[in-house]
């Protein structure tokens, strides 16, 4: 199988964190339908040919099933399990599917050598710091280890960067889209407000059962709503409780739609599922069931009626809409969000599906809540909230940059430097793994003040060896110095990253033969060399 451009960089990335840069544990990140299960099956492959024994880690049975069928139809190797009674000792494959629960069993694990496998995939890996999870790998302790998730966050609120050591690649859920890999996203809100503050919190989230108990009363506006905007769409419905879930079939089916649920203990979950696919029903709801290894394609219209404020769940859920579906004349997702009122929590809404910031994310919902009522492409509301940011942040960073440039110091603030080189990624670091969470070392802190960068204010190790990347990707650029930067803008000068080494140093050999002062005919704060936009 010919891997997608992407697929392949993702693949490639990978090889190169274990063996170029001697990392052990990273991670890979891809949406939803992206073909993670792919990736993972052509890395254990090409593990497999290195010599190596591999593991595929889940903590579900249907997980286990999909990897090893993908492993099977995509690479020609068979898999060996271990799973309750099944185990993978005295088998003759090389790569084994597991099930977390299975071996985090200390009599399970003790039938094997610490070093009995040299390679760990762990599908959705979002779950990888869970105690279970934990002890499997620390027993394997030698291994290499690849996480492969679509969504990086937990509801604990623990970072992910606490264990795994490195991004080796990350392909976005707007790439994807604008690619023609996924579909587009079309974001509705309803002007239906949904009072949650009566709602206790439970290990991180909103506790589901006073979830349902709050929805309740909710349930036949919500279904009125949905004849307005689902009555030709396939819709999926997320709920927090199986009973709240089958009452919503019932509301449903009065109001025309050919609704059905399926939930844990449905022991006909196969055939409902099948059915759904076949069109026998437009409406399928669930208690969180289907939020992970489940697929239809045809799946337009996903509804989230289980409130979170766990981002990856949120993704999970929204994913079930997002593959292609050429054959049905598929050509977006609609999502219905609700005016959900929470005094206390931040909820996860569309714009948790694209926005980086907080603050950016805050805005497009502000957005899409002031146009309730109609459809909105989250990647044009989140281009339009990002814009009002910009200009509000340049607003407020315009005086603290303007003390900074009177500030008579030798080396450049690297706030004022990442301004000036135009560096949102810079400007917005948060640091992700533990490494980056460290203070910066001395080596990192010597090369950035030789380089003319202000080293007490640099926060942590991730955001110096981002800095330090990006100096050196300059030099080769041919680019300003921040030398160059820090005298050029205390004498008036503006954007002076974005200009050329050579017109920096022409201007600052004009300004030294006039005496330091300006040459005549320039206005420092409207000057731009030629080729500078």
């Known amino acids: 199988m010919q891997l997608r ?19 052990q544990r990273t991670l890979l990140v891809l949406p939803t339908g992206c073909g993670k299960t792919i990736v993972f099956a052509k890395v254990a492959e090409d593990c497999v040919k290195k010599g190596d024994k591999v593991l595929i880690l889940a903590h579900r049975g249907e997980l286990l099933e999909q990897a090893s069928d993908k492993i099977k139809k995509v690479t020609g190797l068979g898999c060996a399990v271990e799973k309750a009674e099944q185990t993978c000792i005295g088998k003759w494959f090389r790569i084994v599917t597991g099930s977390v629960q299975t071996l985090q069993n200390d009599k399970r694990l003790s039938k094997f050598s610490k070093d009995y496998f040299d390679t760990i995939i762990i599908d959705e890996a979002h779950h990888v710091l869970s105690n279970g999870y934990q002890k499997v790998l620390e027993y394997f302790n030698s291994a290499k280890v690849l996480g492969v998730t679509a969504t990086p966050d937990r509801g604990d609120m623990k970072n992910l960067g606490s264990y795994f050591q490195t991004l080796a690649y990350e392909y976005t859920l707007p790439e994807a889209i604008k690619s023609g890999y996924l579909v587009p996203i079309k974001a509705l809100t309803i002007p239906l407000t949904l009072d949650l503050s009566s709602v206790s919190m439970s290990a991180g989230d909103f506790k589901a059962s006073d979830i349902g108990s709050a929805l309740d009363p909710y349930l036949e506006g919500i279904a009125s709503e949905m004849e307005k905007y689902c009555k030709n769409r396939k819709t999926v419905v997320f709920l927090p409780l199986i009973s709240t879930s089958q009452k919503f079939v019932e509301i449903l089916n009065k109001h025309g739609f050919k609704a059905t649920e399926v939930n844990g203990n449905s022991k006909d979950r196969n055939e409902i599922t099948k059915d759904f696919a076949e069109n026998k029903y437009n409406v399928l709801c669930n208690s969180m069931l289907l939020t992970e290894g489940w697929d239809c394609p045809d799946v337009d219209c996903v509804i989230v009626l289980r409130p979170t404020k766990v981002r990856s769940l949120y993704s999970q859920m929204v994913g079930r809409g997002t593959r292609l579906s ?16 929470s ?59 303007k003390e900074m440039r009177k500030r008579k110091k030798k080396l450049v603030d ?79 000068f503006r954007n002076v990253g974005t200009w050329k080494f050579k017109d920096a140093n022409s201007m600052i050999s004009r300004i030294s033969a006039n005496n330091w002062r300006l040459p005549k005919g320039v206005q420092a704060s409207t000057y731009k060399p030629e080729g500078v936009e």
């Open 414 to 492: 690297p706030l004022q430097y990442a301004m000036s080189i135009q560096a949102e990624d810079l400007q917005n670091y948060v640091p992700s793994f533990g490494w980056e969470c460290a203070p910066a070392n001395e080596k990192q802190l010597k090369y950035l003040e030789a380089h003319g960068i202000e080293s007490n204010e640099i926060p942590n190790a991730g955001y110096a060896s981002m800095l330090i990347d990006r100096l050196k990707l300059r030099n080769i650029e041919g680019l300003a110095t921040p030398k160059q930067v820090r005298f050029l803008e205390r004498k008036g």
């Open 5 to 23: 451009d992407y697929q392949q960089k993702a693949h490639d990335a990978i090889f190169t964190e274990w063996e170029e840069k001697g990392t």
């Open 326 to 341: 050429p054959q049905t004349g598929k050509k977006d997702l609609l999502l219905l969000d609700f005016l959900w009122h």
């Open 343 to 401: 005094e206390r929590h931040e909820l996860c809404h569309p714009a948790s599906l694209i926005c980086n910031s907080d603050e950016v994310a805050r805005k497009m919902t502000k957005k899409l809540e002031d146009s309730a009522g109609a459809e909105m492409d989250i990647q044009e509301a989140e281009e339009e909230a990002l814009k009002d940011v910009q200009e509000e942040r340049e607003k407020a960073l315009a005086e603290q940059l």
